[in-house]
């Protein structure tokens, strides 16, 4: 009986966009960092926890970033703001690209194939990109 509530407990915990992921750069498929996606209140957030690509300095800076963030460490930084949860996807946020200091509207959902994979999308206007994001 023990070993099904907790089955069921990791099924469910599994089904969610909170935990750490393990982001992927889109032309090595090198990982460049782990991100937590945490929620506060009823909005979700996503802060980089370790820089992992092989090229990055000691102690990355938000260098690209304007006003308050020029020069943030980019480790603790939270780069995805004010999701809301609709349904099976995450909307009406922003995230931040630390490498061009650019931020963009977001929405991030889990695959339905795999929740392990969590799909963040980056946006302006009908312009988007989309990255798969692995679970760690």
């Given at each position: 009986m023990m070993l099904w509530v907790l089955?069921?407990?990791?099924?469910?915990?599994?089904?969610?966009?909170?935990?750490?992921?393990?982001?992927?750069?889109?032309?090595?498929?090198?990982?460049?960092?782990?991100?937590?996606?945490?929620?506060?209140?009823?909005?979700?957030?996503?802060?980089?926890?370790?820089?992992l690509a092989k090229d990055a300095p000691e102690k990355p800076l938000c260098v690209a970033c304007e006003g308050t963030l020029k020069d943030a460490p980019i480790e603790g930084l939270v780069i995805m703001r004010d999701l809301e949860k609709n349904?099976?996807?995450?909307?009406?946020?922003?995230?931040?690209?630390?490498?061009?200091g650019k931020e963009y509207d977001c929405k991030i959902w889990l695959n339905e194939d795999n929740p392990d994979l969590l799909m963040v999308r980056g946006y302006i206007l009908f312009l988007y990109r989309t990255q798969t994001w692995e679970r760690l």
């Open positions: 089955f069921a407990f990791a099924k469910a915990n599994s089904q969610t966009v909170v935990g750490t992921w393990k982001t992927i750069d889109d032309s090595t498929g090198e990982v460049k960092s782990h991100v937590q996606v945490y929620q506060k209140g009823d909005k979700y957030y996503g802060k980089v926890l370790k820089v349904g099976r996807m995450y909307k009406n946020g922003t995230i931040l690209d630390p490498e061009n």
